[in-house]
């Protein structure tokens, strides 16, 4: 399972990739909106940086909503970098984008995916990445791990090459149990990366060993 980690905070990508785990960086207009990064120049000089930290893919997003602009604008984001994949959101003419980028070997990731059908369209246009955002249904009171074994289950059905990156990703057991499922890659917080080392019997097996180590000094 890739670890990505869904975040435009560069302190904290350094730290992900610091700890060895990395594979790639997922990124949104709100986590950027967060980091106070605006304008065209500021924004492609930040998806460099970002690129520059880390070994892997690097997503960045499209703003436009309709087909011409979202290849005008995805293509310039993917000449930034060969890091960098395209996010489109599943609207029609994002398909129709994703099967544009697909054709010509750019690598995309199709967010804002809610449901099987829409999963199932974003491999059918050859999208690289899809993202089901599971802690957003979660919010919803609809199960969203329910829709990562649906899409597992209709992707291995057909050999689909569509990777199942498993967004919205909120905490440790969302991890864990994609793990299980089968998603292909998650995308989360820092947090929910760095929980997956907690153990407070780990925490008091080292305090003991320490202290043992200690009396025989
Ligand atoms: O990768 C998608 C992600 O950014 C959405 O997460 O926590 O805003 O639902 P969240």
């Given at each position: 399972?890739?670890?990505?980690?869904?975040?435009?905070?560069?302190?904290?990508?350094?730290?992900?990739?610091?700890?060895?785990?990395?594979?790639?960086?997922?990124?949104?207009?709100?986590?950027?909106?967060?980091?106070?990064?605006?304008?065209?120049?500021?924004?492609?000089?930040?998806?460099?940086?970002?690129?520059?930290?880390?070994?892997?893919?690097?997503?960045?997003?499209?703003?436009?909503?309709?087909?011409?602009?979202?290849?005008?604008?995805?293509?310039?984001?993917?000449?930034?970098?060969?890091?960098?994949?395209?996010?489109?959101?599943?609207?029609?003419?994002?398909?129709?984008?994703?099967?544009?980028?697909?054709?010509?070997?750019?690598?995309?990731?199709?967010?804002?995916?809610?449901?099987?059908?829409?999963?199932?369209?974003?491999?059918?246009?050859?999208?690289?990445?899809?993202?089901?955002?599971?802690?957003?249904?979660?919010?919803?009171s609809t199960d969203g791990l329910n829709l990562i074994s649906e899409i597992r289950l209709i992707y291995d059905n057909?050999?689909?090459?569509?990777?199942?990156?498993?967004?919205?990703?909120?905490?440790?057991?969302?991890?864990?149990?994609?793990?299980?499922?089968?998603?292909?890659?998650?995308?989360?917080?820092?947090?929910?990366?760095?929980?997956?080392?907690?153990?407070?019997?780990?925490?008091i097996g080292l305090a003991k060993f320490l202290e043992d180590h200690k009396k025989n000094a």
């Open positions: 399972m890739k670890f990505f980690i869904d975040t435009a905070n560069l302190e904290q990508i350094k730290e992900a990739q610091a700890l060895g785990i990395l594979d790639g960086v997922t990124t949104n207009p709100s986590l950027m909106a967060k980091e106070g990064i605006n304008g065209e120049t500021n924004v492609k000089q930040h998806y460099v940086d970002i690129c520059n930290i880390v070994d892997g893919d690097v997503s960045a997003e499209v703003i436009a909503t309709d087909f011409e602009g979202m290849v005008k604008e995805g293509e310039a984001l993917a000449a930034l970098h060969e890091q960098i994949v395209v996010k489109i959101p599943m609207i029609k003419d994002g398909v129709k984008a994703l099967k544009y980028f697909s054709d010509k070997g750019i690598k995309t990731n199709c967010t804002l995916v809610f449901s099987a059908g829409q999963a199932l369209l974003a491999a059918k246009a050859g999208a690289t990445y899809v993202s089901p955002f599971i802690g957003r249904l979660d919010d919803v057909y050999n689909f090459e569509t990777e199942i990156l498993a967004a919205s990703v909120r905490h440790t057991m969302h991890v864990i149990d994609c793990a299980k499922i089968g998603a292909d890659v998650m995308t989360g917080p820092l947090s929910s990366i760095t929980g997956l080392l907690n153990h407070p019997l780990t925490d």
